[in-house]
């Protein structure tokens, strides 16, 4: 089955600065990857996902970029700010398979 | 409001004491999911299911069991609760399995 790894485990920025988190996958079928933001006691929310035949997409200051030849796929927020800290998974799915998250990215966002 | 609708929010019980955890949605969604949330494992699958009467067993599935006999609802089943089930759990839905999931606010299981 997929096996998504998320790295790093936690993350921290001056506000301003820009962030990166990367996650890899096994499953070579996996088409669709969305990234999900988690604020403390709160749902995971969608913030941005991209799908297999695409390989850059842009919302505001957030990005993610896919590489399908390696397998892995980045989170790239730029002009953090303080309502950025929060945590952060990516996750993976072929079609008729199961979600597959990582394990998350904890974002701290320095004043 | 679309919304995705979990009960109880939080729940303490016993080993042994069958329970339920109710999940709907108001979209329309065909797909619906259960998650287990726990520090350091992310969120792990439990079942999914792709349409009403169809469920699979995601990543986790030993201890608990699911069924859909409408769109709308998918409750999850812990028919004998043990402490290792103790875990913050979220039910999803979305339009179908490649879609953006929407999820509910969480059940907090704590089973003593």
């Known amino acids: 089955g997929e096996n998504v790894e998320q790295h790093p485990s936690t993350l921290s920025v001056q506000e301003g600065d820009s962030a990166v988190i990367k996650c890899t996958y096994s499953d070579s079928a996996s088409n669709y990857f969305p990234w999900y933001k988690q604020e403390l006691g709160k749902r995971p929310q969608l913030i941005i996902d991209i799908r297999s035949n695409v390989g850059e997409k842009k919302d505001q200051r957030i990005a993610v970029t896919l590489n399908k030849t390696a397998k892995h796929f980045s989170l790239h927020i730029t002009e953090t700010q303080p309502e950025d800290s929060a945590v952060y998974f990516c996750?993976?799915?072929?079609?008729?398979?199961?979600?597959?998250f990582g394990p998350g990215t904890r974002l701290s966002v320095l004043p | 409001e679309a919304q995705v609708t979990q009960n109880p929010r939080y729940l303490i019980t016993v080993t042994g004491k069958k329970l339920t955890v109710t999940c709907s949605q108001n979209m329309n969604h065909e797909y619906m999911s259960w998650y287990r949330q726990d520090p350091g494992l992310g969120l792990r699958q439990i079942y999914y299911?792709?349409?009403?009467?169809?469920?699979d067993k995601g990543d986790v599935p030993e201890g608990y069991k699911v069924s859909r006999k409408e769109k709308r609802n998918f409750p999850l089943i812990l028919e004998s609760p043990s402490p290792n089930q103790t875990s913050l759990y979220f039910c999803a839905s979305s339009r179908s399995g490649e879609q953006p999931q929407h999820f509910g606010d969480g059940t907090r299981l704590s089973i003593l």
């Open positions: 996750a993976a799915i072929a079609y008729g398979q199961n979600f597959v």
């Open positions: 299911s792709m349409n009403v009467e169809v469920t």
